[in-house]
C-alpha cells in the first residue's frame, strides 16, 4: 500500500498543502512546531477517521477557520487499483468519501487505507493506565479486522443498556442485555487472544532486531474474566453468562459492570521484569517502537497488503546503533514516513527528504 498524494485544506498549521510522497522512506526534517507531526496525524486520521492525538474533530480545524479537508490518493499493490478517500468537517458534521462516494457507515471505511503509526504520547501504551491498553487493541483489531469494529459497537450498546438497568436494580429485565454481552464479548476476547498470540513472534523477534539483545519482549493478555485466562477456553459465552448472572448485587451495588472486555488489560514483560513498572523510559520506547513495528508485519499478513508505516520523532533518544536498526526496518516497507528535528540523524540513509517550515512542505 502507498499513498501516492495527500491533499490538506485547513488541518491544524496548513492552509493548503498538496504532498507527493515517494516509495520507500520519506523523511520529513525541520524545527520543533512546524507541522511534521501534523502530516502523519492527518494519515492517521484518513486512516480511522479519528485523531489519536487529540479527541475533538474540532481541533483539526485550522485557527480561525470553520472547515477543513483532507484526501488522499491510495495504490493497492495487491489489487493494482486506487483508492481516494477525502474527510471534511464542516462546524460539527464530518462527511466521508470514498472514489467520491459518501459513505455513513464506518465498517466499510476501515482498512481502506492501513496505517501503523508510532507517536511519542504511545509510551503511554507501556506506562499508563489499562485504558490506553484497551484502546490499542480495539483500534488496531478495528483497522485490520472490520468485524471487530461491528462487535464492539455492539458490545459497548449492550454495556451502556445494562449499567442503566443496574443503577435501576432491575434484574427482571437484564436477560436480553446480559445474552448479548455474553456474545459480543466472548467475540472480542477470542480475536484479542488470537490476535496477541499471532503477534508474540513478531514482537520478539523485532525487538531483538532492534535491541540487539537477547533479553524477550512480550505482551501477553490479561482478561478480566478469570476463565479467559485458561489456555483453553471451553463454553467462554455461558461461563461469561454465569459470571454475570453470580455478580449481579455487586454490579448493582456499583452501578457498573465489573468484568468482561471493558476491564481487559495487556502486561508488558521484558524477560522477568514488569516493563510498566519497573522499566525505563528508554525501555518502554524500545518496546513501543518493536510493538509497532511487529503490528504493520502482522497487518501484512493478516490483510495481504503492507501498511503505511509513520514514524513521529522516533530517532531522538536511540543511539546509533538502534537508529540504524530502526531505519533498516523502515526502509523494508514499501512506504514509511519518519520525522525528525535533525536531519542528520539520516545522513547516509537512502530515503526521499521534505524540508517543513511554518506549513509548507518542500522536496529537499
Request: aromatic share 8%.
Amino acid at each position: 500500500m502507498v499513498v501516492r498524494r495527500l491533499w490538506l485544506q485547513n488541518f491544524r498549521n496548513y492552509a493548503f498543502l498538496d504532498l507527493q510522497p515517494a516509495r520507500g522512506l520519506n523523511v520529513f526534517f525541520g524545527p520543533n512546531g512546524v507541522g511534521k507531526t501534523n502530516l502523519l496525524e492527518a494519515l492517521s486520521v484518513l486512516a480511522t477517521t479519528r485523531s489519536p492525538l487529540c479527541e475533538r474533530d474540532r481541533e483539526w480545524v485550522r485557527w480561525q477557520q470553520a472547515t477543513c479537508g483532507l484526501k488522499t490518493i491510495v495504490y493497492h499493490e495487491v489489487t493494482n487499483a486506487t483508492t481516494t478517500l477525502e474527510l471534511s468537517v464542516i462546524g460539527a458534521e464530518k462527511t466521508l468519501k470514498v472514489d467520491d462516494a459518501r459513505r455513513s457507515d464506518l465498517q466499510q471505511w476501515l482498512g481502506t487505507l492501513q496505517v501503523v503509526a508510532f507517536f511519542p504520547h504511545d509510551l503511554s501504551i507501556v506506562a499508563g493506565d489499562p485504558g490506553e491498553r484497551r484502546r490499542f487493541l480495539n483500534v488496531e483489531l478495528s483497522k485490520a479486522q472490520p468485524t471487530y469494529f461491528h462487535d464492539w459497537t455492539q458490545y459497548r450498546r449492550a454495556l451502556q443498556q445494562r449499567n442503566a438497568l443496574l443503577k435501576m436494580r432491575q434484574r427482571t429485565s437484564l436477560g436480553e442485555w446480559d445474552a448479548q454481552l455474553a456474545h459480543y464479548g466472548c467475540r472480542l476476547m477470542v480475536k484479542r487472544r488470537q490476535f496477541l498470540m499471532e503477534l508474540a513472534p513478531l514482537v520478539r523477534d523485532t525487538h531483538a532486531a532492534l535491541s540487539g539483545t537477547d533479553v524477550p519482549l512480550s505482551v501477553t493478555y490479561a482478561p478480566s474474566l478469570p476463565c479467559a485466562r485458561s489456555d483453553e477456553v471451553l463454553d467462554l459465552e455461558e461461563k461469561f453468562l454465569q459470571t454475570l448472572r453470580k455478580n449481579f448485587e455487586e454490579d448493582a451495588r456499583r452501578g457498573i459492570t465489573h468484568v468482561g472486555p471493558h476491564r481487559d488489560d495487556l502486561a508488558f514483560r521484558l524477560g522477568d521484569m514488569d516493563l510498566r513498572r519497573y522499566g525505563s523510559q528508554g525501555q518502554q520506547r524500545l518496546a513501543m517502537l518493536g510493538l509497532k513495528i511487529a503490528l504493520a508485519r502482522w497487518v501484512e499478513r493478516t490483510t495481504g497488503e503492507s501498511p503505511l508505516l509513520l514514524l513521529d520523532d522516533a530517532l531522538s533518544e536511540l543511539d546509533a546503533s538502534r537508529r540504524r536498526c530502526l531505519l533498516r526496518q523502515a526502509q523494508s516497507f514499501p512506504q514509511a514516513m519518519l520525522t525528525s528535528a535533525d536531519r542528520h540523524l539520516c545522513d547516509g540513509v537512502d530515503a526521499t527528504f521534505f524540508e517543513v517550515r511554518d506549513g509548507q512542505v518542500q522536496q529537499a
